[in-house]
């Protein structure tokens, strides 16, 4: 029977996870089948089918955050055993411990060092020291002392039960580092601290700190309330706006609790110290330099310092202003006792909505797919290396897949023929620009060939299998591009089945323009290196102009024609097509940016227009600026050429909208999607 609808109602439903499959496939499945079904459909909701799924079968406590008693962990210890903190960004246990060695009478006898460079004899005395008197010994950032490890591995295997003081005590933290010693992480106990996730639960860990003596030092007391609040709300935003990925920041960085702080100690100095209230002051300390100092993405520094715009501004000095449009996060009156700002926290809702950070509601689906695919990658690298029982084995599964690839993917293209063709001559750049993309295409496909030729002679035992080679076996097998061909690509975050694909279609819009000439719209996307595209076009407008190429930029403007009914090139410049808009869409009628469809993540943006215009002024009003990137990632790092690996143009896109909007939205255009 067909269950379209059935299915459909699955697809649109709030809660998928909740509702019963169509049919058969409600009775015959079981609560785990029904999880693969929901990740063909809904890969955004599998994580709350895994918490259901665990909650049904051993129980809601297993799906709880847990706190880490410190108290329980210290009863199953020994003074031969460890106790290891396992960091995560934004936490630090040490306070928990010198809480607990108060409770514990042990303030005194607990000695603490922060390893690094030149700390590791005075930690040794210290150890050897504590054995010997019954202290406990406390060691931070194992993972900044990678040399020294070796070191603590043996004092650790040296520590005689029978002459060790039985109150000794040896507590280490360290991030997850391949160099920390394996003997003491298997000997020894181990907790992690996460830190807290959503903004309530930031503005409850930043507003315990506060009592009301403190809300009332400052001279300007209201100002300071309501700045105050305004401050931890960035913070909380700051914080939790890098789960929605690139759509938040590009660069996921680790905002602390000490900027915090900082920028609380000068909100109390500077309203003590000005008559009006300093906002310009106050706005560059915290978003240039404390916040903004961490900041490396030019892009990300101006979505910073739109959002601090909504929380250092003249409009939230006064009861009752609204952070968000439902008004759920909203100024406090004055009076506000530090209780009153607590209950307040307390009734906020544990998750976010969307709406506080600026975003779209679709930007939860993004955050929930990537949690939910981060989740499944970490365990396909957990399964087994064995295949058992009928079917193919791994390796007669990965030589189909490397013979499949060989036949689907052409040899190099003949350099002497295509020079011949399109020699490099002053007035026409394209030519050279051809010319680079066919010598970077024909790296990619000599090394392509040359290794799963070298794999399929390793399967059948001709050569030996080198340690590259079965990385590549790996790779193939459950398919993800290999490094080996990575290394060589361009950037691409697309599944091998999809990679093969995309690198077939690149090659046949390059063999297109060698035997028709140049293309009259270009596919953005099928070039390795567009920045060369574009300059090449900036090129030949100033060689046919005779003007200075440093004066000359794009002007933008979209085209209702689409690509393939396009038929002759622009006098100027270049028709550009094959970009996707995300956090947007484009709207025909109205002809300009506008919010996306629910579930809608990533639409097609029309064919635009890039003319080249001497002495330009861009427009302030009417436009969003929008980021242009090769992938879904956005981050990229700075190549020798000076440009980012990922970052290619911005473009100006109508708008009716003020820029921020669009700007916290995280709107941008990408040449390739990840499927």
């Known amino acids: 029977p067909n269950h379209t609808d059935g299915f459909k109602r699955v697809f649109d439903s709030l809660e998928p996870h909740k509702e019963a499959l169509p049919g058969s496939w409600d009775t015959e499945l079981d609560s785990f089948q029904k999880i693969l079904v929901l990740r063909c459909l809904r890969a955004d909701k599998v994580t709350n089918a895994m918490q259901d799924f665990v909650a049904q079968k051993i129980g809601q406590r297993f799906i709880e955050p847990q706190t880490a008693d410190l108290s329980l962990v210290f009863k199953d210890s020994s003074s031969t055993t460890p106790l290891i903190f396992v960091l995560s960004a934004g936490t630090d246990p040490a306070a928990n411990l010198y809480k607990f060695a108060e409770e514990m009478k042990f303030t005194k006898k607990l000695n603490a060092i922060s390893l690094g460079q030149g700390q590791g004899p005075r930690a040794e005395k210290m150890m050897q020291s504590a054995m010997e008197r019954g202290k406990w010994v406390f060691f931070q950032n194992c993972h900044l002392s990678p040399s020294w490890m070796p070191t603590l591995e043996r004092l650790v295997e040296q520590i005689e039960p029978d002459k060790v003081h039985r109150d000794f005590r040896l507590w280490l933290t360290s991030m997850p580092s391949p160099k920390f010693p394996v003997s003491i992480l298997q000997n020894g106990s181990k907790m992690t601290v996460e830190p807290p996730r959503g903004i309530k639960a930031n503005l409850l860990r930043s507003f315990v700190g506060f009592n009301d003596d403190f809300l009332e030092t400052c001279e300007k007391h209201d100002e300071f309330k309501w700045l105050l609040l305004s401050l931890c709300l960035f913070h909380g935003v700051t914080l939790e706006r890098r789960k929605f990925g690139a759509l938040g920041f590009n660069i996921p960085y680790e905002f602390t609790e000490g900027d915090l702080q900082i920028c609380i100690s000068q909100l109390k100095m500077f309203l003590n110290e000005y008559e009006e209230i300093p906002l310009k002051v106050l706005t560059y300390t915290a978003g240039h330099i404390n916040y903004g100092g961490r900041v490396t993405d030019d892009w990300d520094r101006r979505c910073l310092m739109n959002i601090l715009q909504d929380f250092y501004h003249a409009k939230v000095l006064k009861d009752g202003h609204p952070y968000s449009e439902s008004g759920l996060y909203h100024q406090l009156p004055p009076d506000t006792t530090h209780e009153g700002f607590l209950e307040y926290i307390r009734g906020l809702p544990i998750n976010d909505t969307p709406e506080i950070f600026g975003l779209h509601d679709n930007a939860n689906i993004t955050f929930a797919q990537n949690e939910t695919f981060a989740l499944l990658n970490g365990l396909l690298t957990m399964q087994p290396r064995t295949g058992s029982g009928s079917g193919q084995s791994r390796e007669e599964v990965v030589a189909e897949v490397a013979n499949g690839i060989l036949e689907r993917v052409r040899d190099p293209m003949d350099m002497n023929e295509i020079m011949k063709k399109y020699p490099v001559r002053y007035e026409e750049s394209m030519n050279t620009v051809l010319i680079q993309e066919v010598i970077r295409y024909n790296r990619l496909l000599a090394v392509l060939k040359r290794t799963l030729r070298d794999l399929l002679k390793a399967l059948k035992g001709l050569v030996v299998m080198s340690a590259e080679l079965e990385k590549m076996f790996n790779s193939l097998y459950n398919n993800s591009v290999p490094d080996l061909w990575a290394g060589k690509a361009y950037p691409s975050l697309k599944p091998l089945a999809s990679w093969v694909t995309d690198l077939v279609t690149r090659l046949e819009f390059i063999q297109k323009w060698i035997d028709g000439g140049i293309p009259t719209v270009f596919w953005i996307s099928g070039f390795f290196f567009p920045q060369a595209f574009l300059t090449g076009t900036l090129q030949n407008f100033a060689r046919r102009e ?130």
């Open 546 to 675: 005779i003007i200075s190429i440093d004066t000359i930029a794009f002007g933008f403007s979209v085209v209702d024609t689409p690509a393939e009914e396009i038929s002759s090139k622009p006098e100027h410049g270049c028709y550009i097509h094959g970009l996707f808009l995300e956090g947007a869409r484009w709207d025909f009628d109205a002809r300009r940016l506008t919010e996306s469809r629910p579930k809608e993540l990533y639409t097609d943006m029309p064919v635009m227009l890039l003319k080249p215009e001497a002495n330009r002024t861009p427009p302030t009003t009417g436009i969003y600026e929008c980021p242009v990137y090769k992938t879904l990632q956005r981050a990229g790092t700075l190549s020798t050429t000076g440009h980012s690996t990922n970052y290619v143009v911005a473009v100006e896109v109508p708008s009716n909208e003020p820029q921020f909007h669009w700007i916290k939205r995280g709107v941008a255009l990408l040449c390739a999607l990840n499927f």
